[in-house]
């Protein structure tokens, strides 16, 4: 038997496992980016909210672990008035956000348009024209300062009171305020009126001589509150949304079942009593998933959602309010339902 060649045999060796770790980096690199991408934690949905009673059921979801149990991350980011949620919204900051229907139709305020997934409720009398004692009809409006948030809104409202109380906009003094000056406006006197909503209509009924002249009971239908998401993000993380949404019909069986209950856990954050919030949501109806999907409709049929949002666009048109308004079959996506 001839000798082995020590030297030769540790330099195959080396050779061997050099190779090995070459292989191994090699695969390494190339798994890199998706063991990257699946160590990464996941970024929650954002979504924006204002103060307005009904849109606590996203905190009630929250506190109760309903989004924890649908296993989806659901960051609520609270804002004072629509203004800074458009703001955040343009900034790439959220991901999504609750307002009016005819917020988001004014195409002239998107680049990146969002998409209607739910109705959240019917303000039914939790929107008003609040006006000093004294001030008995519409038509005694005139020559007197009236307050409004200068958004969708705002705008609409003012414009439906005027119609119906048959006056022209030169014929009062409207002042453009966010809903907080507003108030304290109102406080000192230095307004007649001014167009709120809950929670500071109650807060105003309670601690100032005012009284409701005008609110959505008369426009019955007419304001309609919406969930709303970027597009990118409903196509790319379509079944975290569809979880955050089970989340939402949780919530609203919750305070349908147990209202004294769910409200005492949500009137904390708007700081009101129990009451005084049961009161509040009585200015609102809040769909559940059935009445979703009426509105809402289906690939083969559109809802009363869009009759609203046809009612709507041409409105915020014929007013100048935006020189689009987007159409229900541009902005509803029923397809979020289905799978409830």
């Not at 559109?302 to 014929?318: C, I, K, N, P």
């Amino acid at each position: 038997m001839g000798r082995i060649d020590g030297g030769a045999q540790v330099d195959g060796r080396l050779r061997e496992v050099k190779s090995a770790l070459f292989l191994a980096g090699f695969v390494a690199f190339l798994l890199s980016p998706i063991v990257s991408c699946l160590s990464r934690p996941k970024e929650p949905l954002r979504i924006g909210v204002n103060a307005w009673p009904p849109f606590e059921l996203l905190d009630l979801a929250r506190g109760r672990g309903y989004f924890a149990s649908e296993n989806v991350d659901v960051d609520l980011v609270d804002f004072s008035s629509y203004t800074g949620i458009l703001r955040s919204y343009h900034q790439g900051n959220i991901d999504g956000f609750l307002a009016t229907l005819n917020e988001v139709q004014i195409a002239d305020n998107f680049q990146d348009q969002p998409a209607v997934i739910l109705v959240v409720d019917y303000s039914f009398g939790g929107d008003a024209l609040v006006v000093r004692d004294g001030i008995t009809h519409l038509k005694e409006l005139r020559g007197k300062r009236i307050a409004f948030e200068e958004s969708a809104l705002g705008s609409y409202e003012l414009e439906r009171i005027l119609e119906i109380g048959g006056l022209k906009p030169e014929e009062i003094i409207a002042i453009s305020r966010l809903p907080e000056e507003a108030e304290q406006d109102f406080h000192k006197g230095r307004v007649h009126g001014l167009i709120t909503y809950e929670p500071g209509l109650g807060r105003l009924l309670r601690t100032e001589r005012a009284r409701i002249l005008f609110s959505s009971r008369d426009i019955p239908g007419e304001i309609v509150d919406v969930m709303a998401m970027r597009r990118s993000v409903l196509n790319q993380r379509a079944d975290e949304v569809r979880r955050a949404i089970r989340a939402w019909f949780r919530a609203v069986e919750e305070l349908k079942d147990h209202p004294h209950a769910a409200a005492a856990e949500m009137a904390g954050r708007q700081r009101m009593t129990v009451e005084e919030f049961l009161q509040a949501l009585r200015g609102a109806r809040i769909p559940d998933l059935a009445e979703n999907r009426v509105l809402l409709g289906s690939a083969s049929s559109q809802g009363r959602l869009h009759d609203t949002a046809t009612r709507l666009a041409e409105f915020l048109v014929r007013h100048k309010l935006t020189g689009k308004a987007a159409s229900g079959a541009e902005l509803i996506r029923a397809d979020f339902l289905d799978a409830m």
